[in-house]
């Protein structure tokens, strides 16, 4: 386990501590829903306290992947969870709930809850929140079962960050009743700029009509009908994809196949999204399933047609 600060950080320089908010996800990888809740971890007040506890993994290895991390150092904790299921790292998490005087628990995601939320209820924490960030997952019955479980055994607020999430999650757990709060971005860093010069920050052609699109290189992101349907289009069409994931050489591979690669730039992880978002032409999400993401909302602050 690697935890930093004790409750008491020295971002609160004077006065009391009024709440301690504890956040816990599966893992801290680029992503929509862990993006969010390390901007929730960022606008926190000045005089409460945030912390973020990722099941998987460890803090050398997230902030290898994702360096933006290295400015929170001292409000995470990693428990690097084994595969499968833990029954310790409930008593583990437990523990630590008590050891960061948590006052709210906000879990995001099946696993988080799971453990989280019970952990949570034995250290004697009153105030519980589950987030749903969408609902593919929901699709498997095992997992509708287990969350079926631990919504039972943990009755926390249920919150859903899109009309559609809360529709579903109302019809497949009626014995709750979820409320929804809508995602929201930073206007002060996705504005519009130059888009000139946003295409020499990251390497991008400027004689071209750019399609940019945004998320791990996962199926459900649907990159592939992407790529497919940008091949279909005038030669002066290229795609600037920001992020990664298992996919990448898959996906590389169908550009060379349709030959392609020349019109296809794979920007990997890019750290600097509004300079993303303001060198495109428009933005194309072209996910299979979603809650309410962000990246089409960054980039239409940042004037940016999206799709």
């Given at each position: 386990m690697m935890a930093t600060q004790r409750k008491h950080s020295t971002r609160v320089k004077s006065g009391k501590v009024t709440l301690t908010t504890v956040h816990i996800v599966q893992h801290?990888?680029?992503?929509?829903?862990?993006?969010?809740?390390?901007e929730l971890l960022k606008q926190t007040p000045a005089h409460e306290?945030?912390?973020?506890?990722?099941?998987?993994?460890?803090?050398?290895?997230?902030?290898?992947?994702?360096?933006?991390?290295?400015?929170?150092?001292?409000?995470?904790?990693?428990?690097?969870?084994?595969?499968?299921?833990?029954?310790?790292?409930?008593?583990q998490l437990s523990a630590e709930l008590k050891r960061l005087s948590a006052d709210v628990v906000h879990t995001h995601h099946i696993g988080p809850l799971l453990y989280g939320g019970i952990a949570a209820r034995m250290a004697r924490i009153t105030t519980c929140i589950h987030t749903e960030h969408d609902m593919w997952h929901l699709q498997n019955t095992k997992r509708r079962h287990v969350e079926t479980l631990a919504l039972k055994l943990v009755n926390p607020i249920l919150v859903a960050d899109a009309d559609e999430v809360s529709k579903q999650l109302n019809e497949l757990f009626p014995f709750t009743e979820s409320k929804v709060i809508k995602n929201g971005i930073d206007c002060n860093r996705f504005v519009p700029a130059n888009q000139a010069a946003a295409r020499r920050i990251l390497g991008l052609p400027a004689d071209t009509l750019l399609i940019g699109t945004a998320g791990r290189l996962v199926p459900v992101k649907s990159h592939t009908t992407l790529i497919k349907a940008v091949s279909r289009l005038p030669e002066n069409t290229h795609l600037a994809i920001a992020g990664a994931g298992p996919l990448e050489q898959e996906l590389k591979q169908l550009c060379q196949n349709l030959n392609i690669s020349h019109r296809v730039h794979f920007l990997g992880l890019v750290n600097d999204m509004p300079s993303f978002y303001q060198s495109l032409d428009l933005f194309c999400l072209p996910s299979s399933c979603e809650g309410f993401p962000l990246s089409p909302l960054e980039a239409q602050a940042c004037n940016i047609l999206s799709w």
């Open positions: 801290l990888a680029p992503g929509g829903l862990e993006t969010m809740v390390i306290l945030c912390y973020i506890i990722s099941l998987e993994g460890t803090q050398q290895q997230a902030i290898q992947h994702w360096p933006i991390l290295r400015h929170f150092q001292s409000q995470l904790v990693f428990l690097d969870k084994a595969e499968g299921f833990q029954l310790s790292l409930i008593k």
